[in-house]
């Protein structure tokens, strides 16, 4: 019998928002040094784009992605 992951509502104020970027920022510069495997850059590169929509000039800059048929 599998356990449900557990869903938590987070609601921040004003503070917590800039703690937050502050801790993201932080750990860009931090993989930017080379601070993290290959593995945990990946991890941690999908939770910052679950926290942050991707800029429109980082859309414009990514490669189309090809249908699958």
């Known amino acids: 019998m599998s356990e ?3 869903t938590v ?3 921040l104020q004003e503070d917590g928002i800039r703690a ?3 801790l ?3 750990v860009i510069v931090a993989q930017k040094a080379g601070a ?3 593995q945990d850059a990946g991890s941690i590169a999908d939770a910052i784009g679950v926290l ?3 800029q429109e ?3 414009e800059d990514s490669p189309p992605e090809e ?3």
């Open 20 to 22: 937050v970027n502050v």
């Open 24 to 26: 993201i920022a932080a």
């Open 9 to 11: 509502e987070l609601v």
């Open 36 to 38: 993290f495997s290959l």
């Open 52 to 54: 942050v929509p991707p």
């Open 67 to 69: 249908e699958v048929a």
């Open 4 to 6: 449900q992951p557990q």
């Open 57 to 59: 000039d980082e859309l």
